[in-house]
């Protein structure tokens, strides 16, 4: 199956990319990386490729080296432009996060927006973490003027984390963790018709991840076709979860 993947010119995150690339294509599946222009080569948030402040809150070791092999695969290069391409063509979409300053081109893009309401009605699955699931908070449902997610239960990047980063490490690198004035999880609770029902927050997290075997500190939500996450530390979950909704959905 083939899963479309959109992506900023620099600036996602590492993990949340490199993780379902690595555990789609180990599947026999094929991703297909989409930017604002066709032929991009994208880069990750370099910071966290070598450790956002004194060496910590970068990427793990194992979803850097899936990057290293990302960047030297040749669909890494070969990305369509998000505008123009026919999602119907995909059997998936996956929105990754990233929070530095390079994924307002994504996360505020009208052009991917509307594309995404396109795939969307088509009742594929749809993946998005972290600060991803702001895209979808933001795209219109063309039949009703609402946010698609009006009515889906969701989680994303927890207020607290978010915050925290932020406060954190501001002394240093400033709003470098505030990629909008507004939390993301506030911006997502206001797409939702029924917030406090179908808001999911997650148990508190500070620094234990999931692992490629050990999805103890992991967490996703799943309603339907859609599926979210909060941040790169549920990133291996929310991956063998999407493999399990396309493998489900082929089988209908």
Same mark, same amino acid.
């Given at each position: 199956?083939?899963? @479309? ?22 599947? /026999? *599946? ?34 850097? +080296?899936?990057?290293?092999? @990302? ?7 070969? %990305? ?7 999602? %119907? ?8 996060? /990233? *929070? ?30 972290? *600060? /991803? ?13 609402? !946010? ?19 406060? !954190? ?8 963790? +505030? ?5 993301? =999880? ?20 500070? %620094? ?8 103890? *500190?992991?967490?996703?939500? =799943?309603? /339907? %076709? ?10 291996? @979950? ?9 493998? !489900?959905?082929?089988?209908?």
């Amino acid at each position: 199956m083939r899963v @479309l993947m959109p992506l900023p010119d620099h600036d996602f995150d590492v993990t949340e990319v490199a993780v379902p690339w690595r555990v789609l294509t180990d599947a /026999g *599946h094929e991703v297909v990386f989409a930017t604002e222009r066709a032929g991009t080569r994208p880069a990750a948030d370099p910071r966290l490729l070598t450790g956002v402040i004194f060496g910590q809150l970068g990427a793990a070791e194992e979803p850097t +080296r899936f990057y290293e092999q @990302l960047t030297r695969a040749p669909e890494f290069s070969a %990305t369509v432009a998000w505008a123009d391409e026919d999602v %119907t063509a995909y059997d998936g979409l996956l929105l990754p996060g /990233g *929070h530095a300053p390079g994924m307002r081109q994504y996360l505020g893009s009208a052009e991917l927006r509307r594309q995404v309401a396109r795939f969307w009605a088509l009742g594929r699955p749809v993946g998005a973490i972290c *600060h /991803g699931v702001l895209v979808l908070a933001r795209t219109e449902d063309p039949a009703t003027g609402r !946010s698609v997610l009006t009515d889906r239960r969701t989680t994303c990047l927890p207020k607290y984390m978010e915050r925290g980063a932020y406060l !954190s490490t501001a002394w240093r690198l400033g709003r470098y963790y +505030r990629t909008y004035p507004a939390y993301v =999880e506030d911006e997502v609770r206001g797409a939702l018709g029924d917030p406090g029902a179908q808001f999911e927050r997650g148990p508190r997290e500070l %620094t234990r991840r999931g692992t490629a075997s050990d999805d103890t *500190h992991a967490f996703v939500v =799943e309603d /339907g %076709t859609y599926l979210s996450a909060r941040w790169p530390g549920d990133a291996y @979950l929310f991956s063998r979860r999407y493999l399990a909704l396309l493998r !489900s959905t082929a089988g209908a």
